[in-house]
């Protein structure tokens, strides 16, 4: 079993052979010859394990996490069938983009009697639940995205949401009145679709292809709930 | 692991008689067809020789990180590269065998795939369920078919939801405990998960071919009328309209779940309970919906409660009286629900 014997039937292997290497034709058939050895870099592997991400700076890490979700803001701004988002998710960016979101649409003293408004834990919790609830879904149609990537590509996906709060809030300074109304309006429906056009354009390949409507539908209910809390939002 | 042998008899030319029968196989040019009497079985299965081969590169791949450790560091280097090979290949075996045991617990315990065939629709047959709940039809002799699918009556459950936060937030109703979004959700879910199970419960009493899924589907989708009623009279504020929709579409989307049900049922008393009870409970949650969360015309308001009701705190808004007949029903809800007002406000 352990010498390398030179098999007649194959073709051009003509080179001296470390041990072992004639075994690769084994569980080949002939039509397709494998040429080559068997060596695995064992050298660099034992290497790589040395230099594991444990051991550098913290800077180096938080900038390394800080580039991949600012390249995944630029993926949601422009959207183009990538997947980025899908490949290597993360949930550092709806993370970060929630609590933006949940500290502006903050009404202002917990003692208020006007507590109508929504506050924090409740934006938090609509934004985690809804992103749950719709993954489910998508899954149970049939989809074939794995839970997490779902999750990050819908949290990615507030970012027009996110933009247009802070426009709100910016417009609202000014004094209030009809205009002030459409303006927000106008920015607020631009987001939005913005904001189911991104997404659609990276969940929508993960779908059968008929059904794309039905896991699409509570995607526009979602960012239609999140739209409604910023365009009612009026600060005390 | 046919095609495995094959190759295997060539590459052992010199082995042996005991391969000796795969020659005629290999000259056909590589037949996938393997004569298992002929294998010798110790030595054949290539799962062994990988399993050999792993070993012996374990142990090259050991002796060359001994060697190149050497190079740099001499011999005490050498030993514990190999220790600390041996450690990650712990780690690494502890790791699998954990993610095992959660992936069993997981699949156990978080199995969605229990719910996977009621998601099983097209989006044509949501639509072409969507308006044959509007239209009630009249065949009782026969049960009639109801399609046993979550997906559409879950949609139309959250269009509910965000429909009543827009009409909420349009009216700018105050809720003192509680959020607006918590009371929108516990509202809808709550009254198609609690009424659901209570005519159901109705059902088993009365002997209806019915079961749970069935019913939850069936209060689904008869939720659309008032996803249309609400949507409407949320933007447009006229009373009569408002009245009219809840008689025609409330209407219709009642008959047609009291028809399914009466279809369903046998005996007259059966039937009366059990369709009485679920046209009463649905036609009253839609003037419920539009009533509790719905701003009443401002010269309505102000002339009925007066200027000493405190600004905060949530009233019941008084029907006003439109229908000469609504007269005697909207003085009892009134009072009923000043009387809870009252208590609420006790407290």
Same mark, same amino acid.
């Not at chain 1, 933006?100 to 917990?110: D, E, I, K, N, P």
């Given at each position: 079993m352990a010498e390398a014997?030179?098999?007649?039937?194959?073709?051009?292997?003509?080179?001296?052979?470390?041990?072992?290497?004639?075994?690769?034709d084994i569980s080949i058939s002939q039509d397709i010859p494998v040429e080559g050895e068997i060596t695995i870099p064992m050298r660099s592997r034992i290497r790589e394990f040395d230099n594991s991400t444990l051991n550098e700076s913290v800077q180096n890490t938080i900038m390394r996490d800080l580039k991949a979700v600012g390249k995944k803001f630029m993926h949601v701004l422009y959207p183009r069938k990538s997947n980025t988002l899908l490949r290597d998710w993360d949930l550092w960016g709806p993370l970060i983009l929630?609590?933006?979101?949940?500290?502006?649409?903050?009404?202002?003293?917990?003692?208020?009697?006007?507590?109508?408004?929504?506050q924090f834990?409740?934006?938090?919790?609509?934004?985690? !639940?809804g992103a749950v609830t719709i993954t489910l879904n998508s899954k149970l149609?049939?989809?074939?995205?794995?839970? !997490?990537?779902?999750?990050?590509?819908?949290?990615?996906?507030?970012l027009p949401l996110t933009v247009a709060m802070l426009i709100c809030r910016l417009v609202l300074l000014a004094e209030p009145g009809p205009v002030n109304f459409m303006v927000r309006l106008f920015v607020v429906i631009v987001m939005f679709a913005w904001s189911i056009v991104a997404s659609t354009a990276f969940l929508a390949d993960s779908q059968p292809p008929n059904r794309k409507a039905l896991a699409v539908y509570p995607v526009f209910l979602f960012y239609f709930v999140i739209s409604w809390m910023i365009l009612t939002f009026t600060p005390q | 692991?046919?095609?495995?042998?094959?190759?295997? *008899? /060539?590459?052992?030319?010199?082995?042996?008689?005991?391969? *000796? #029968? @795969?020659?005629e196989n290999i000259q056909g040019g590589g037949s996938a067809v393997i004569d298992m009497e002929n294998m010798d079985d110790t030595s054949g299965s290539s799962f062994e020789d990988m399993g050999e081969l792993h070993q012996r590169l374990r142990e090259e791949e050991v002796d060359a990180d001994a060697a190149a450790a050497e190079e740099e560091d001499g011999e005490f280097l050498g030993m514990k590269g190999f220790k600390g090979q041996l450690s990650r290949q712990v780690a690494d075996q502890m790791w699998q065998a954990g993610k095992r045991q959660a992936s069993r617990a997981f699949s156990l315990y978080a199995n969605i795939d229990i719910l996977r065939p009621y998601f099983d629709v097209e989006p044509a047959q949501v639509r072409s369920r969507l308006l044959e709940s509007m239209i009630p039809i009249k065949m009782v002799n026969f049960p009639q078919k109801i399609a046993g699918e979550l997906y559409g009556p879950l949609m139309l459950v959250f269009t509910l939801v965000a429909i009543l936060l827009h009409g909420m937030k349009t009216s700018d109703t105050i809720?003192?405990? #509680?959020?607006?979004? #918590?009371?929108?959700? *516990?509202?809808?879910?709550?009254?198609?998960?609690?009424? /659901?199970? @209570?005519i159901y419960f109705l059902a088993y009493l009365c002997n209806a071919q019915i079961t749970m899924l069935q019913m939850l589907a069936l209060l689904g989708y008869g939720l659309f009328g008032h996803c249309i009623v609400l949507f409407i009279t949320y933007n447009i504020h006229l009373h009569a309209l408002f009245y009219l929709f809840w008689l025609l579409v409330g209407g219709l989307s009642t008959l047609r779940m009291v028809a399914v049900l009466v279809s369903r049922t046998v005996g007259p008393t059966q039937?009366?309970?059990?369709?009485g009870t679920l046209a009463a409970l649905h036609m009253l949650f839609l003037l419920y919906l539009h009533f509790a969360y719905h701003k009443v015309v401002e010269g309505i308001l102000d002339t009925l409660e007066g200027p000493n009701i405190p600004p905060i705190q949530r009233v019941p808004r008084d029907i006003p009286v439109v229908l000469p007949a609504a007269r005697l029903s909207s003085t009892v809800l009134n009072a009923t629900a000043k009387a809870v007002a009252v208590t609420l406000q006790a407290h």
């Open positions: 014997v030179e098999s007649p039937g194959d073709p051009g292997t003509a080179s001296p052979r470390p041990l072992f290497a004639g075994l690769s929630c609590v933006t979101l949940a500290l502006m649409l903050q009404r202002g003293s917990a003692d208020s009697e006007k507590d109508g408004g929504p834990a409740e934006v938090f919790v609509i934004v985690w !639940f149609l049939g989809g074939n995205i794995s839970f !997490f990537q779902s999750l990050c590509v819908l949290g990615y996906c507030i | 692991m046919a095609t495995a042998a094959a190759p295997t *008899g /060539s590459a052992r030319n010199g082995a042996g008689p005991e391969w *000796g #029968g @795969f020659e809720i003192r405990e #509680g959020t607006l979004m #918590g009371t929108a959700i *516990g509202t809808c879910f709550g009254y198609w998960l609690g009424v /659901s199970s @209570f039937r009366l309970l059990l369709c």
